[in-house]
């Protein structure tokens, strides 16, 4: 049975609103709504826009934590609505603010674009110095579990940007590239099929880069997908002090290209039994 | 520069700075346990003189205002810049620093060369 046959609980919602054509500066304003068990802040948002305030505006869009748009400031933490259930906040009031260390476009609209650009500046994606093989590629590359495992929980960042919303020094350091985009820098850089380190370098090994990092870790906290943004910027400086020493990762790349021919044989070696049905 | 290779060295000359310091200590604050003298004796002028015309003390002064200075400014810089919002004031920043830690060492080295060449009574 579900719990939402529990009696609802009624909750003060505290919601930042500012409206940039008739407002000057933001405020607070307070909804009284019923709550029942398993509401997330999200469906509640939904309920009040529907029930008391039409005007309100937000970002969201999954509504199971994949996509990312509703990071908000629920009761001074950077959270997804989506995944934040009422109840389970424990407080008779619930404090709703866009997320901090961005500008606001709307009530709790965040500007999302320095997250964008940072993520980009970075090049996100995997660089391969061969153009012969990526304008005739003759077969796949390879990668091994534990190639795979070196960044693996790096490839779950949804780009939520609630990491740079907790960041303190993103706080003090707009120019920051941040936890998310180094920690992608990183993801980029040990993947063994990536060559780009040496591109990628310009944007990454200036001072608002991992060495600003002042640790506080509040990023890995915030992460609602269990990415260690924080760790991943410490693995990148070790990654950039051994590539400035000349000790940075050998990359074989065309050794590790499995000709096609081989690939359609270990398609049909591993090819799932015949149907019965 | 690579912003790796000046964080790299501002941790490498930590443990310069830590035996360079403690050289400094043991000469100057613990004479007593170390040299058998008194503090008065370790501090006073002809003794500060005398010590200062040896090479051991010339290298070893110059290298700890070297080590202690990059430490010291490349965290001075990491605060100011933290400060700074735009990319034409970092570099202003960096020039300064720049600037301000080879004004220091000249004047150190100087006062370090001058005391390694200076002549008691001439």
Known sequence: MSDKTNTPREITFRVRRFDPDTDSAPHWSEYRQHVHDGMTVLEALHQLKAEQEPTLSWRSSCRMGVCGSCGMFINELPQLACQTQVLHLGTDVVSIAPLPNYDNVKDLVPDLAPLIEKHAAIKPYIIYTDQIEIDSPTGEFLQTPEEREAFSQFTHCIKCGLCLAACPTVATDPLFLGPQALAQAYRYTADNRDCGMKERIEAIDIFHGPYQCHFAGACSQACPKGVDPAFGIQLLKRALVLDSIGFGKKKSLLAKVMPLADVVKAIEEFAPPPRTV | ?122
């Open chain 2, 1 to 122: 520069m690579r912003e790796t290779r000046l964080w790299s060295v501002h941790l490498l000359v930590i443990p310069i700075i830590v035996v360079l310091l403690g050289a400094h200590f043991a000469v100057m604050h613990y004479a007593p346990v170390f040299y058998g003298v008194s503090i008065e004796e370790a501090r006073n002028f002809e003794t500060m003189i005398e010590r200062g015309r040896s090479v051991a003390q010339l290298v070893l002064y110059i290298l700890l205002l070297a080590a202690a200075l990059y430490h010291g400014l490349y965290g001075l810089r990491g605060i100011l810049r933290e400060l700074t919002l735009t990319p034409g004031l970092g570099k202003i920043v960096d020039t300064s620093i720049i600037l301000l830690g080879l004004f220091i060492f000249a004047l150190g080295a100087y006062v370090t060369w001058w005391t390694f060449s200076f002549k008691i009574g001439g």
